[in-house]
């Protein structure tokens, strides 16, 4: 018996039909991938209708298809929106490029009167979200809650702004300040300390009034506790107790 009929060849129309129907799977199983979470919660059929929505509006203009969902979080409705840009920025700090960390100790090398002056520039797989900050160690990306004051220093460091800009939402909460530092160096989220005058076009510098006074009056209320952090053990140097916040890696298998 025949288990295959024969067929004519496939027109050009037809090729390009098929052509179609693969790429839209593709692109449909990268975002199922990239956004595992928010599929499960939704259900196969309405997270599909999402993607066709967005794939109207926000057609794929990168080579890869591991950014296109850059901006699916977005278009979802308010109640999914949270939860996907954790997993889109979970993906994105999987897939950064890997640099350099520098340690607490590098910014102790420069005096404390100094250090409002300097600018860090965070890892390429820093991603901060409303009260959550997600980067990458090694091939583990992690997550750690955060407060409101730590994820406006966060984004102004993303900025490059000089660090006494930086730690200005921590008010006069000093020890507030060098708790989430210590944590950012202790962490590998610091792959450079520079001179603020390093900065370029990109990191225009904050008004006058938010300038060097600023910076002064925070770095001369990190002193007393630089010095004391200077005396104590390395272990003290990494304040941010994880707990259950820490993610698991997102290897190839996860």
Same mark, same amino acid.
């Given at each position: 018996a025949t288990l295959v009929?024969?067929h004519g060849?496939?027109t050009?129309?037809? +090729?390009l039909e098929v052509y179609a129907?693969m790429?839209w799977?593709r692109?449909?199983?990268?975002l199922? $991938?990239?956004f595992?979470?928010?599929? !499960? &919660?939704v259900g196969?059929?309405?997270? $599909? #209708?999402f993607?066709?929505?967005?794939l +109207?509006?926000? =057609?794929?203009?990168?080579?890869?298809l591991?950014?296109l969902?850059a901006?699916? !979080?977005?278009?979802?409705?308010?109640?999914?929106?949270?939860? @996907?840009?954790?997993?889109w920025?979970?993906?994105e700090s999987?897939l950064?490029?890997?640099?350099?960390?520098?340690?607490?100790s &590098?910014?102790?090398?420069?005096?404390?009167?100094?250090?409002?002056a300097?600018s860090?520039?965070?890892?390429?797989?820093?991603r901060?979200?409303?009260?959550?900050v997600?980067?990458?160690?090694?091939f583990t990306?992690q997550l /750690?809650?955060?407060s *409101?004051?730590e994820?406006? /220093?966060?984004? !102004? &460091?993303?900025?490059g702004? =000089?660090? %006494?800009?930086v730690?200005? =939402?921590? #008010? $006069? $909460? @000093?020890?507030?300040a060098?708790?989430a530092l210590?944590?950012w160096?202790?962490?590998?989220?610091?792959?450079l300390?520079?001179?603020s *005058?390093?900065?370029?076009?990109?990191?225009p =510098?904050?008004?006058p009034?938010r #300038?060097?006074r600023a910076?002064?009056a925070?770095a001369?209320l990190?002193?007393?506790?630089?010095?004391a952090?200077? *005396?104590?053990?390395a272990?003290a140097?990494?304040?941010?107790d994880?707990g259950? %916040? &820490? *993610?698991? %890696?997102?290897?190839?298998?996860?």
């Open positions: 009929l024969p060849a496939l050009n129309t037809q +090729r129907e790429y799977l692109m449909r199983d990268t199922r $991938d990239a595992a979470k928010t599929r !499960a &919660a196969d059929e309405r997270f $599909d #209708g993607v066709a929505d967005f +109207r509006e926000h =057609p794929s203009t990168h080579f890869s591991d950014r969902g901006q699916f !979080a977005q278009t979802l409705p308010a109640e999914l929106r949270d939860a @996907a840009a954790l997993e920025a979970r993906a999987f950064a490029v890997d640099a350099p960390v520098v340690e607490f &590098a910014l102790q090398a420069h005096p404390a009167e100094t250090w409002g300097l860090l520039e965070l890892h390429p797989s820093v901060v979200l409303r009260g959550t997600v980067w990458r160690t090694g990306v /750690a809650d955060i *409101a004051e994820t406006a /220093a966060l984004e !102004a &460091a993303q900025r702004a =000089p660090l %006494g800009e730690l200005e =939402p921590f #008010g $006069d $909460d @000093a020890q507030a060098l708790d210590t944590s160096f202790g962490e590998s989220m610091v792959s300390l520079r001179e *005058a390093a900065r370029d076009a990109r990191h =510098p904050r008004p009034h #300038g060097a910076a002064a925070r001369r990190l002193l007393p506790e630089t010095l952090l200077a *005396a104590a053990p272990g140097q990494h304040p941010r994880h259950a %916040g &820490a *993610a698991r %890696g997102l290897g190839a298998g996860a």
